[in-house]
T-cell receptor, first 111, second 113 residues
Framework: TQLLEQSPQFLSIQEGENLTVYCNSSSVFSSLQWYRQEPGEGPVLLVTVVTGGEVKKLKRLTFQFGDARKDSSLHITAAQPGDTGLYLCAFPAGSNYKLTFGKGTLLTVNP | DAGVIQSPRHEVTEMGQEVTLRCKPISGHNSLFWYRQTMMRGLELLIYFNNNVPIDDSGMPEDRFSAKMPNASFSTLKIQPSEPRDSAVYFC???????????FGQGTRLTVV
């Protein structure tokens, strides 16, 4: 059983379109992280959300943490080919911040 | 800083051979993680170290897998004997004390034929 369910699994869109990807769980988290992984590279942290209902913006990316801290979403406005990659959500557990990842959403933005 | 450095980037080996993957974490980071990534299972945590001590190895799939961290600047993941189902991308990541952000290396793509 996957603790973090990400949807959709795959998403292919045209440049300029908007999109939203989701990270859901039945568990409550103290925080959630979003990473982006480009082909041939390791994941890179985009943002950490901590407070229920929190919204964080990173240029064209908007991250939201659910009020109950069980889910999160990532919205991209006017997607560009450079946004192509695997978007992963993760939660750090325990005092050692052991990171558990969802399977990710593979986004392809076509020119 | 050069970031987390993994070697080799690619490894092709025959079934039954021993494979050793290497990782140099970011200087000053006190936690180190080994992950395996496949299409089917995503990113799976294999083992992590805190201050060079293995804290949780529950993700290590079998006794064929072992990991060591002899000092703060070096870790190895060994598979002996290797099997085709071990084919995956193996990532090493490190983290600074008190911070939740993990920094990943570029990974080692392992193919066992």
């Amino acid at each position: 059983t996957q603790l973090l369910e990400q949807s959709p699994q795959f998403l292919s869109i045209q440049e300029g379109e908007n999109l939203t990807v989701y990270c859901n769980s039945s568990s409550v988290f103290s925080s959630l992280q979003w990473y982006r992984q480009e082909p041939g590279e390791g994941p890179v942290l985009l943002v950490t959300v901590v407070t229920g209902g929190e919204v964080k913006k990173l240029k064209r990316l908007t991250f939201q943490f659910g009020d109950a801290r069980k889910d999160s979403s990532l919205h991209i406005t006017a997607a560009q080919p450079g946004d192509t990659g695997l978007y992963l959500c993760a939660f750090p557990a325990g005092s050692n911040y052991k990171l558990t990842f969802g399977k990710g959403t593979l986004l392809t933005v076509n020119p | 800083d050069a970031g987390v450095i993994q070697s080799p980037r690619h490894e092709v080996t025959e079934m039954g051979q021993e494979v050793t993957l290497r990782c140099k974490p970011i200087s000053g980071h006190n936690s180190l993680f080994w992950y395996r990534q496949t299409m089917m299972r995503g990113l799976e945590l294999l083992i992590y170290f805190n201050n060079n001590v293995p804290i949780d190895d529950s993700g290590m799939p079998e006794d064929r897998f072992s990991a060591k961290m002899p000092n703060a600047s070096f870790s190895t993941l060994k598979i002996q004997p290797s099997e085709p189902r071990d084919s995956a991308v193996y990532f090493c990541a490190s983290r600074a004390r008190g911070l939740a952000e993990a920094f990943f290396g570029q990974g080692t793509r392992l193919t066992v034929v």
